[in-house]
């Protein structure tokens, strides 16, 4: 199953206004599209995800980018 890459602004998009629909419950479930949710992939966070990694591996875990909530 190949699965197509979406962009910031589709994803974004996706979480806001589509995230009621069954499909897409699904969508969200799956563990690689959870994965780029969780890291911060949603808001434009690829700064704060780059200075989340220099930090010191526990300062990582308490400053980890939030997921954002679209509603």
Do not use: E
Not at 4 to 22: C, E, M, P, Y
Not at 24 to 47: E, P, Q, T, Y
């Amino acid at each position: 199953m190949a699965q197509t890459f979406l962009s910031h602004a589709k994803l974004r998009n996706r979480i806001k206004g589509l995230v009621d629909s069954n499909t897409d419950k699904a969508w969200l479930k799956r563990d690689s599209n959870a994965h780029k949710i969780r890291f911060g992939f949603v808001a434009n966070s690829f700064k704060i995800l780059m200075h989340a990694t220099t930090l010191s591996p526990a300062k990582r875990l308490r400053c980890r980018p939030a997921v954002k909530v679209f509603r």
